[in-house]
């Protein structure tokens, strides 16, 4: 293991000597349910062991073994791992035992120096902490290859002291975190902090957070009550948009009189029409930009959970900035507490396709490795846009280049990065910063109701940004998406992404016009299909009957080259243009649960029986030879007219872009979409 040199200095005083206004950017904070699933994300008690983070210069036996050794080390973390939740106090402060040694390297209570490195002009950062009794806080810091050591000690005695640390050398990533070490009795940790000092004439900004909400009142009255009563807010958010697009009413839910009194007039109520996350969203930004009240607005999703701590550490981050950013914050799966979803995006601009950032690493588990044994995370890791389960953005970036696009939902947050980031504004998905949220893996919405706006959306982001002639890869994929899902009998989708493409070729027009009816029109359309008739009751269907025996008595497997992937779509598709026998349409084939819903497995079915993606019912595929022909060639001809008039469009997207993303263009679709009775 490498090593890096000391670069602190302990100062042990009651108060700093330093001069400086020092503002308080991040405090050390711990769940307040005692929940055990966060707990790891706060705390770590197997500090005694102190495995230290290993170096991430690549293996000499491959990144294959590489990962593989990293899995069986978090593992065996895994299992040695301990929980004490009885050891919190309050949201600030823990008891610690006796002989007994925790680690505060973790990802809410860790200082994720490289990105304050690479976005301000702050050179150090100040560590203050004070417990009740005599312990030793042991300093450590990391660098961008994962490697660690103890940078300064603090003995304390029962008083405040701190450590001033310097940032000079996180270029490309690196943390701060700091060790309790206790000795023959029990102490507290009261608090501990991080601060930066304030520039000449610094004033911290102020937030109006906007939460868009349909039909889920009881998350939306408990996150106002939460936010509303937090004490590290008071001073940080002036106002709470809620934008109610639903028919389930947030005023009717049982505490929402309660959520009045505690906000009082710091509460803006606004109820519309459906408009979608873009709609709400859209009205969020309108209402924070009317008036100079805020220097950020915050978009949050509704059906979310969120510390407190962390709105107030987006914004203390995005006043020291050195140009005006988004700082977003990660997604957490709300079923399985301490893992990741979504560390850092980015879009990939040949596809045109949002993923993961490069060097992120899906699905992580911070109770089977912590921060401190994770070299990837130690990298400080770009995005190119951050979702809008928690965005702040600066208002004057809103005012410069405009609200939300007007495609209701999907491609909204991603469009917006790129706008900014064109418009030469950067945006960061800061560490310590978090909700936790339904992932999408919880859902497949390429195939429902969605599907027409992933299609219409996806396009249009990319005839706004590709560099790449006639959207580079898109055409092929998009095209290649439809023959997959028509050999899959997945024909409600198919005539979705038809209609997406058709409404795309009408021009920007479309999209203020039909932003709050289309979705009716889309639910009705595909409702006609069988394979979207979810039916719950599974005794409704004919029994399960296969007219032919398997090739070979083998289930289908994946293609495992490209070769082999074309060979099987090819065969897929012939497969479809072949009339369908009585007894293939009367009985489904196979029972196919949603996690095998692949192509390659559908394209050799005449029907089959498909399980919903969140297990409640079931649909009836059903293979048809002439739909597949007529929506095939569907595809083509939109496929040829949006190649061959790419340019055309492009221009003419581009061109009205500043017009309906413009504050005028939505106070106008926000007056013809009022409250619905």
């Given at each position: 293991?490498?090593?890096v040199?000391?670069?602190?200095t ?12 020092w ?5 050390i ?56 939740s ?23 209570n860790?200082?994720p120096?490289?990105?304050?490195r ?11 902490v ?5 312990a030793?806080i ?30 000079t050398?996180?270029?490309d ?36 957070v ?7 009142p ?33 005023r ?8 009045v ?75 399985e507490?301490?893992v ?119 396009w ?20 290649l ?6 050999v ?49 009751d ?10 032919k ?7 289908p ?8 992937r074309?060979?099987k ?14 007894e ?24 089959a ?10 649909s ?21 007219r ?33 409250p619905?009775?």
């Amino acid at each position: 293991m490498s090593t890096v040199k000391n670069e602190a200095t302990a100062t042990t005083t009651d108060r700093p000597a330093d001069s400086r206004p020092w503002q308080t950017v991040a405090h050390i904070i711990f769940p307040t349910d005692a929940d055990t699933d966060t707990l790891p994300l706060f705390v770590d008690f197997n500090a005694q062991r102190h495995t230290a983070v290993k170096s991430l210069r690549p293996s000499e036996a491959g990144e294959e073994q590489s990962v593989a050794a990293e899995q069986a080390d978090a593992t065996a973390s895994a299992q040695a791992t301990q929980i004490h939740s009885e050891y919190l106090s309050s949201d600030r402060s823990i008891h610690i035992p006796a002989h007994t040694r925790i680690s505060l390297g973790t990802y809410f209570n860790a200082f994720p120096a490289s990105y304050w490195r690479a976005h301000t002009d702050v050179d150090t950062v100040r560590l203050s902490v004070r417990t009740t009794g005599p312990a030793k806080i042991l300093v450590y810091r990391s660098t961008a290859r994962g490697t660690s050591n103890r940078v300064t000690t603090l003995n304390m005695d029962g008083a405040e002291q701190h450590t001033d640390l310097p940032l000079t050398s996180f270029g490309d990533g690196g943390w701060y975190w700091i060790d309790v070490v206790t000795s023959t009795a029990a102490v507290e940790l009261a608090y501990a902090e991080w601060s930066v000092p304030e520039p000449e004439g610094f004033t911290p900004g102020t937030v109006s957070v906007a939460i868009t909400t349909f039909n889920r009142p009881d998350f939306c009255v408990r996150n106002l009550k939460t936010l509303g009563e937090a004490d590290a807010l008071a001073d940080v958010v002036d106002r709470f948009i809620m934008t109610d697009q639903g028919t389930e009413k947030v005023r009717d839910e049982p505490g929402y009189d309660e959520v009045v009194d505690i906000l009082g007039d710091k509460l803006v109520h606004i109820e519309q029409g459906n408009l979608g996350g873009s709609g709400g969203f859209a009205r969020g930004m309108y209402e924070a930009t009317a008036d100079g009240t805020s220097r950020y607005v915050m978009l949050l999703d509704d059906d979310v959970d969120v510390h407190p701590e962390s709105i107030r550490r987006a914004a203390r981050f995005a006043d020291f900035t050195r140009h005006k950013t988004i700082v977003g914050g990660h997604m957490f799966n709300l079923y399985e507490k301490s893992v990741i979803h979504s560390f850092g995006e980015r879009v990939n601009e040949y596809r045109f396709m949002w993923g993961s950032s490069e060097g992120v690493r899906e699905a992580h588990d911070f109770a089977a490795s912590n921060l401190r044994v994770t070299p990837w995370m130690h990298r400080r890791i770009d995005v190119d846009y951050n979702g809008w389960w928690m965005c702040l953005i600066p208002t004057d970036i809103i005012r410069e280049i405009g609200l939300a696009l007007p495609v209701f939902i999907k491609w909204d947050d991603a469009e917006f990065g790129l706008r900014a980031k064109q418009a030469g504004y950067g945006t960061v998905s800061l560490p310590g910063v978090a909700v936790w949220h339904m992932p999408w893996t919880e859902k497949d919405d390429t195939i429902d109701w969605q599907a027409y706006y992933h299609a219409r959306n996806r396009w249009l982001a990319a005839m706004l940004y590709s560099p790449y002639s006639k959207g580079g890869r898109l055409p092929k994929e998009s095209l290649l998406t439809d023959v997959r899902h028509l050999v899959s009998m997945q024909y409600s989708a198919a005539e979705l992404r038809a209609m997406a493409l058709e409404d795309l070729l009408d021009g920007p027009e479309h999209l203020h016009r039909t932003i709050g009816t289309k979705l009716a029109e889309v639910r009705s359309t595909r409702g006609s299909f069988s394979d979207a008739q979810v039916k719950k009751d599974l005794s409704t269907f004919p029994s399960v009957r296969r007219s032919k025996p398997l090739p070979h008595g083998e289930e289908p497997h994946p293609p495992k080259t490209r070769v082999g992937r074309a060979a099987k779509l090819l065969s897929g598709a012939v497969h479809q243009l072949l009339p369908v026998k009585a007894e293939e349409s009367d009985h489904p084939e196979s029972r196919v649960p949603a996690m095998n819903l692949q192509w390659w497995r559908m394209a050799t079915l005449d029907s089959a029986l498909v399980s919903s993606a969140d297990g409640s019912g079931a649909s009836w595929y059903k293979r048809d030879d002439a739909t597949f022909k007529r929506m095939m060639q569907r595809s083509l001809a939109l496929h040829q007219r949006l190649y061959r008039d790419w340019d055309k469009l492009a221009e003419q997207y581009r061109a009205a872009l500043p017009e309906f993303t413009s504050p005028e263009a939505w106070a106008q679709t926000f007056a013809e979409n009022g409250p619905k009775k």
